[in-house]
């Protein structure tokens, strides 16, 4: 059975390289599911799950955004940030949510609603990643 390598770089560095059968992201343009011997293809993705199957088991992950690239079974993700669902921290995804959810609220001419609007998109997407 084929494969697609997928490597996963953030500013830190590599998050991570695996193989897996399916690559499951969410795109600008709505959800993909990526299998091995996939037409080329580079989109933006925005915050949201994406999936694999490593080793025989499904896993999940939140994605903050970033860039995809696909070609020859490698994929090149390039994120801000990546969570696996197993190391997202629900209190601290719960606090950030509260904190978006308040600046939203405020009348504080100083806050900068877009921001605040993408820190309260990537809260509940951790928390909706977290189950």
Same mark, same amino acid.
């Given at each position: 059975?084929?494969?697609?390598?997928?490597?996963?770089?953030?500013?830190?560095?590599?998050?991570?390289?695996?193989?897996?059968? &399916?690559? $499951?992201?969410?795109?600008? #343009?709505?959800? /993909?599911? *990526?299998?091995?011997?996939?037409?080329?293809?580079?989109?933006?993705?925005?915050?949201?799950?994406?999936?694999?199957?490593?080793?025989?088991?499904?896993?999940?992950?939140?994605?903050?955004?970033?860039?995809?690239?696909?070609?020859?079974?490698?994929?090149?993700?390039?994120?801000?940030? &990546?969570? $696996?669902?197993?190391?997202? #921290?629900?209190? /601290?995804? *719960?606090?950030?949510?509260?904190?978006?959810?308040?600046?939203?609220?405020?009348?504080?001419?100083?806050?900068?609603?877009?921001?605040?609007?993408?820190?309260?998109?990537?809260?509940?997407?951790?928390?909706?990643?977290?189950?």
């Amino acid at each position: 059975m084929s494969m697609i390598h997928c490597r996963i770089v953030t500013p830190h560095g590599v998050y991570k390289e695996l193989d897996t059968s &399916i690559l $499951n992201i969410e795109t600008q #343009d709505g959800q /993909r599911g *990526i299998l091995p011997e996939h037409m080329p293809i580079v989109t933006m993705l925005r915050i949201g799950k994406m999936t694999t199957v490593e080793s025989g088991k499904r896993m999940e992950y939140a994605v903050t955004g970033g860039l995809f690239y696909f070609r020859d079974n490698s994929a090149e993700i390039m994120v801000d940030a &990546i969570e $696996n669902k197993d190391e997202i #921290d629900v209190e /601290r995804a *719960i606090a950030a949510k509260i904190r978006a959810e308040q600046r939203l609220q405020s009348n504080d001419k100083n806050v900068d609603q877009v921001r605040a609007e993408i820190a309260l998109k990537k809260a509940l997407n951790r928390l909706n990643v977290k189950g």
